[in-house]
């Protein structure tokens, strides 16, 4: 039996590939694809394994319930497949820290004895890019995009080379890397069915439509930040990863595109912060590139491309009081989620560039959220 495991990476359309995955699942096992069931999360709407690879990077987010390595090793000793996957861009990180590769092989190899990892590579410079656009639309720290681009590049998480080395130079697993642009090219689901040397006519195949995950634009981006920063001074129990903060994500996220602002594309990159990160990398990815593929790094580096992030200080009275309204609505949905009122979730208040809600409205409504926290812990 052949393991293979998608690691990610993040942002290489990961999640289409999961929901393709869940999409054909009969379909892939009449083939000889077996989709391992242990690890899949129980909440998720499309199919991946990310529980097991937060059961070995210690997660708060393992849930036992969901599948552990244990079960998963007990799932697939009598599956009669070719070939049994997992994905989850989560087995990335497993695979790319030093402490922790290790233990991801040996728990792989407890499992079979021909192992394949694949990897989608995207230039570093876009990846980076489109990973802070995700940090913004989920409400991590809300640090300007400078910020998170030089900590990116110092963190070494972009090294290909110091990130993967270890799987294919000397490690018994076959590394399989796949440039971005032909992941999308072919599609996909497709690729990975190359790695699997699995034909299936393209016609038999289920493909969705969605196939990308919608970033926020410029204005977009500064006015999530700006409500992101607001809603950590309301309320001091805020979490990114509360059910109220995720599905205030998913509102936020639609509100701001209603409002036009996501129909220009975000770039962060100043071309002289673009030029020193991609030097930075340079020979790192190179030896990488030499190594998997046996070219010279293939991917164009967009060094010229012009920065379209925007500043609220540049911002016209006009806009920044749209903006203004749109901070207040959230924030005000955002308690209405903390404290599960009516309606809470709805979508009744989607029809308006103003968000029918001033501001003095939402900051009473903060002053209460914050009384009532402070008599619980009274």
Same mark, same amino acid.
């Given at each position: 039996m052949r393991l293979v495991v998608h690691i990610g990476a993040t942002k290489t359309a990961s999640t289409y590939l999961q929901k393709c995955l869940g999409i054909n699942e009969e379909l892939l096992r009449k083939h000889g694809v077996y989709l391992?069931?242990?690890?899949?999360?129980?909440?998720?709407?499309n199919l991946n394994h990310?529980?097991?690879?937060?059961q070995l990077l210690e997660d708060r987010r393992f849930r036992k319930a969901d599948g552990d390595w244990?079960?998963?090793?007990?799932?697939?000793?009598?599956?009669?497949?070719?070939?049994?996957?997992l994905s989850s861009e989560a087995f990335a990180r497993l695979a790319s820290e030093e402490r922790l590769r290790a233990t991801m092989s040996g728990r792989l190899f407890e499992i079979a004895d021909d192992v394949s990892l694949v990897y989608v590579v995207r230039d570093p410079l876009a990846r980076i890019n489109s990973m802070y656009t995700q940090t913004v639309k989920t409400f991590?720290?809300?640090?300007?995009?400078?910020?998170?681009?030089?900590?990116?590049?110092?963190?070494?998480?972009?090294?290909?080379?110091?990130?993967?080395?270890?799987?294919?130079?000397?490690?018994?697993?076959?590394?399989?890397?796949?440039r971005f642009d032909e992941f999308v090219r072919l599609g996909p689901l497709q690729s990975l069915l190359r790695v699997l040397n699995v034909e299936i006519p393209s016609e $038999?195949?289920?493909?969705? #439509? &969605?196939?990308?995950?919608? +970033?926020?634009?410029?204005?977009?981006?500064?006015?999530?930040?700006?409500?992101?920063?607001h809603l950590r001074v309301i309320d001091p129990d805020f979490s990114r990863r509360s059910a109220a903060t995720s599905k205030l994500s998913q509102i936020a996220q639609r509100r701001a595109s209603k409002a036009g602002w996501s129909d220009e594309r975000f770039w962060g990159w100043e071309p002289d912060r673009a030029v020193w990160a991609a030097n930075r990398l340079a020979n790192s990815n190179e030896r990488f590139s030499q190594s998997v593929w046996g070219t010279s790094w293939?991917?164009?580096?967009?060094?010229?491309?012009?920065?379209t992030a925007v500043t609220l200080l540049d911002t016209s009275p006009k806009a920044?009081?749209?903006?203004?309204?749109?901070?207040?609505?959230?924030?005000?949905?955002?308690?209405?989620?903390?404290?599960?009122?009516?309606?809470?979730?709805?979508? $009744?208040?989607?029809?308006? #560039? &103003?968000?029918?809600?001033? +501001?003095d409205e939402a900051e009473r409504a903060a002053q209460t959220m914050g009384r009532a926290k402070r008599k619980r812990q009274d």
């Amino acid at each position: 039996m052949r393991l293979v495991v998608h690691i990610g990476a993040t942002k290489t359309a990961s999640t289409y590939l999961q929901k393709c995955l869940g999409i054909n699942e009969e379909l892939l096992r009449k083939h000889g694809v077996y989709l391992a069931r242990a690890g899949r999360r129980s909440s998720a709407s499309n199919l991946n394994h990310h529980n097991l690879a937060w059961q070995l990077l210690e997660d708060r987010r393992f849930r036992k319930a969901d599948g552990d390595w244990e079960a998963f090793r007990d799932e697939v000793a009598d599956v009669e497949a070719d070939a049994v996957v997992l994905s989850s861009e989560a087995f990335a990180r497993l695979a790319s820290e030093e402490r922790l590769r290790a233990t991801m092989s040996g728990r792989l190899f407890e499992i079979a004895d021909d192992v394949s990892l694949v990897y989608v590579v995207r230039d570093p410079l876009a990846r980076i890019n489109s990973m802070y656009t995700q940090t913004v639309k989920t409400f991590a720290n809300p640090d300007s995009f400078d910020e998170y681009a030089t900590k990116s590049v110092k963190s070494g998480f972009y090294n290909l080379e110091e990130s993967f080395r270890f799987w294919y130079q000397g490690n018994r697993a076959t590394f399989v890397a796949i440039r971005f642009d032909e992941f999308v090219r072919l599609g996909p689901l497709q690729s990975l069915l190359r790695v699997l040397n699995v034909e299936i006519p393209s016609e $038999d195949l289920t493909i969705p #439509d &969605d196939v990308s995950n919608p +970033s926020p634009g410029p204005t977009a981006v500064e006015a999530i930040r700006l409500l992101n920063a607001h809603l950590r001074v309301i309320d001091p129990d805020f979490s990114r990863r509360s059910a109220a903060t995720s599905k205030l994500s998913q509102i936020a996220q639609r509100r701001a595109s209603k409002a036009g602002w996501s129909d220009e594309r975000f770039w962060g990159w100043e071309p002289d912060r673009a030029v020193w990160a991609a030097n930075r990398l340079a020979n790192s990815n190179e030896r990488f590139s030499q190594s998997v593929w046996g070219t010279s790094w293939p991917m164009s580096v967009p060094i010229k491309k012009p920065k379209t992030a925007v500043t609220l200080l540049d911002t016209s009275p006009k806009a920044m009081k749209t903006i203004d309204s749109y901070v207040a609505s959230m924030t005000k949905r955002y308690i209405n989620l903390v404290y599960k009122r009516p309606d809470a979730e709805s979508d $009744d208040d989607d029809q308006s #560039d &103003d968000f029918a809600v001033d +501001s003095d409205e939402a900051e009473r409504a903060a002053q209460t959220m914050g009384r009532a926290k402070r008599k619980r812990q009274d």
